[in-house]
């Protein structure tokens, strides 16, 4: 009898042994706050991955840019040093030029518009277009509306002339701010905080919860709404990641990166209202503008993306939502 128990707890170990030995993590940088819905969505899809492998996948994440700026991520996904990485979706251009598509101003009407496209056929095309390029889209989250803001109001593209504003490092995004009359400086999303507070730069753009959550706005008291882009972020997955993975795995990931989605849209709100309060209660101006002044100077963006052959059908999928 003992030499049966002791033969069942050797078997046992064993396949304990084996389990752990099968048993893979996976990698996920980006460089937001632990408060963002962003961090929040991610920590969802980890817990996601491990009950749908059944802990044969697990998911370590690193936030606030333990592994470098969002640039420096993606191209460790891309090199295969990282095997996934959350970015802002204006970003993912630099990389494949497809995803300019959704970073062309005011092209999503409403973030109801917006949702509406990344839960589509259409999101998950755009999220494979860069194929053979190390790279591959596991799912777009929710990042609001974006809104220029600064140490003084900004109500008319007038008063953008001859600032200089941070953007992602993202042609798209510099393209807008040229037409608007501002100076683009692409900078880090992590080094904001200091470039407003030193005058590197004069202004910046982002949603909401940036402003609040990165402390940029104890440093740019005035947040106009012109929401000139309402772009999503993306979870992108090394192409040598992927291809290393079975395909229950492959559909492991992409169940729960959608699944994760709506827990992160339902979040996104919730604290975007909350942020919003906080920024009013630390004196920050929300300021109404004439959004139309905006549109007309950036409109050449969107002509011309209908213009293009690789973009066109995006665009047209997109407007037809």
């Known amino acids: 009898m003992r030499k049966t128990l002791l033969t069942l707890s050797l078997i046992a170990t064993s396949l304990l042994s084996v389990s752990a030995v099968q048993a893979r993590t996976l990698t996920l940088g980006h460089a937001m706050s632990l408060d963002s819905a962003a961090h929040k969505g991610m920590v969802i899809f980890s817990e996601k991955v ?8 697990t998911v370590k994440i690193f936030p606030n840019a333990q592994l470098g700026s969002e640039r420096d991520q993606a191209e460790q996904v891309i090199n295969g040093a990282i095997d996934m990485a959350k970015i802002n979706g204006a970003l993912a251009e630099s990389f494949e030029p497809t995803f300019k598509t959704i970073s062309i101003p005011y092209l999503f009407r409403s973030p109801e518009h917006l949702r509406k496209f990344m839960r589509s056929d259409v999101a998950q095309k755009l999220l494979t277009s860069s194929e053979g390029k190390g790279f591959v889209g596991l799912t777009f989250y929710d990042s609001g509306s974006r809104s220029f803001y600064a140490k003084k ?13 941070r953007v992602p490092e993202s042609p798209t995004m510099m393209e ?14 992590n080094e904001i905080y200091t470039g407003l507070q030193q005058g590197v730069i004069d202004a910046a753009e982002n949603n909401i919860s940036s402003l609040v959550e990165m402390k ?4 740019a008291k005035f947040y106009s709404m012109d929401q000139h882009s309402i772009t999503p972020d993306l979870i992108i997955i090394s192409e040598s990641t992927w291809n290393s993975l079975k395909p229950e795995e492959q559909k492991v990931l992409k169940e729960a990166a959608a ?3 709506e827990q992160e849209i339902n979040i996104w709100d919730q604290i975007t209202n909350a942020n919003k309060e906080k920024a009013i209660k630390s004196g920050v ?5 004439d959004k139309q002044k905006f549109q007309e100077k950036v409109k050449p963006m969107l ?6 052959p690789k973009l066109s059908y995006y665009v047209k999928q997109i407007q037809a939502m």
Do not use: C, N, Y
Not at 153 to 165: A, F, H, S, Y
Not at 176 to 189: D, E, Q, S, V
Not at 285 to 289: A, C, L, Y
Not at 303 to 308: H, I, N, T
């Open 50 to 57: 491990k009950e749908k492998s059944h802990g044969e996948l």
């Open 153 to 165: 109001p900004i109500k008319t593209p007038e008063d953008l002339k001859g600032l200089k504003v």
């Open 176 to 189: 807008m701010i040229r037409l608007l009359g501002a100076k683009a400086t692409p900078m880090p999303f």
């Open 216 to 219: 940029h706005s104890e440093v």
């Open 259 to 261: 699944e994760s989605l």
């Open 285 to 289: 101006t929300f300021v109404k503008v």
């Open 303 to 308: 002509d011309s993306a209908l213009k293009d």
